[in-house]
C-alpha cells in the first residue's frame, strides 16, 4: 500500500472554529490531492499540488485553503468551518500526471 | 471540461452472476479512464486503468472494462459475482493534461446476494 497518513481520521468541532487536516506520504510523489466524499456527489476534487508551494483550486475549493511547505505533507484548512463542511475527506497521492492515484483511509469532519 | 455519469446508484446481483456497473463519460481531450472500489470505511483502491493501447483493460479481483470510444464508455464487468465483491464502484475520468486531477461519477453501490 501506498505510504499515506491522513490526520486526525475524526475531528467533531463548532461552526466558526478553524480545522486543519494533515495528509503526509512516504512515496516521494509530486502530486497531492484533497478531495471531499458526500453522499450523492462521488468525490469532488477541493485543491490539488504539482509540486512544493505549487497549487492550485479544484471543483469545490470555496471555504477551503492549502499549503505545501514540503514534499511530504499536504494541509487543507478551513479557515472558519460551516456545516455544509461535514464530509469525508481523503487525500490522494501520484507519482506522475497521468499514473492513478493512491487514496488515504479518510478523515471524517463533523461540524456542529 | 470533463463528466462522468454512472447508470445507477444501486446494482443488486446474486452470488455467480454477472457484474455490470455502467459508465459514461464525456471529455474534450482524449482521456484517462478508471474504476475504483471502496469498502466501507476504507479509501479508494484502484480496481483498473486505460491509459492507451488494448480497450479491453483487466484489474483486480476478476474484473476488467473496456474502453468504447464511440460509445464514450468504459463499463466494468465480472463474469461471476462474490460476496466479497459488495462495496461501492467509482468511475473516474483525467484528461491528459491537467495535473492528473480526476472527475469522478456518484459512484454504484453493488449488493451481492447469496
Known amino acids: 500500500d501506498a505510504g499515506i497518513t491522513q490526520s486526525p481520521r475524526h475531528k467533531v468541532t463548532e461552526t466558526g472554529t478553524p480545522v486543519t487536516l494533515r495528509c503526509h506520504q512516504t512515496?516521494?510523489?509530486?502530486?497531492m490531492y484533497w478531495y471531499r466524499q458526500d453522499p450523492g456527489h462521488g468525490l469532488r476534487l477541493i485543491h490539488y499540488s504539482y509540486g512544493v508551494k505549487d497549487t492550485d483550486k479544484g471543483e469545490v475549493s470555496d471555504g477551503y485553503s492549502v499549503s505545501r511547505s514540503k514534499t511530504e505533507d499536504f494541509l487543507l484548512t478551513l479557515e472558519s468551518a460551516t456545516s455544509s463542511q461535514t464530509s469525508v475527506y481523503f487525500c490522494?497521492?501520484?507519482?506522475?500526471?497521468?499514473?492513478?492515484?493512491?487514496f488515504g483511509d479518510g478523515t471524517r469532519l463533523s461540524i456542529l | 471540461a470533463q463528466s462522468v455519469t454512472q447508470l445507477g446508484s444501486h446494482v443488486s446481483v446474486s452470488e455467480g452472476a454477472l457484474v455490470l456497473l455502467r459508465c459514461n463519460y464525456s471529455?474534450?481531450?482524449?482521456?484517462?479512464l478508471f474504476w475504483y472500489v471502496q469498502y466501507p470505511n476504507q479509501g479508494l483502491q484502484l480496481l483498473l486503468k486505460y491509459t492507451t493501447g488494448a480497450t479491453l483493460v483487466k484489474g483486480i479481483n476478476g474484473f476488467e472494462a473496456e474502453f468504447k470510444k464511440s460509445e464514450t464508455s468504459f463499463h466494468l464487468t465480472k463474469p461471476s459475482a462474490h460476496m466479497s465483491d459488495a462495496a461501492e464502484y467509482f468511475c473516474a475520468v483525467s484528461g491528459r493534461t491537467g495535473y492528473g486531477t480526476l472527475t469522478f461519477g456518484r459512484g454504484t453501490m453493488l449488493l451481492v446476494s447469496p
Open positions: 471529455s474534450s481531450v482524449p482521456p484517462y
Open positions: 490522494a497521492i501520484s507519482g506522475t500526471d497521468n499514473q492513478p492515484q493512491h
Open positions: 512515496e516521494n510523489h509530486r502530486y
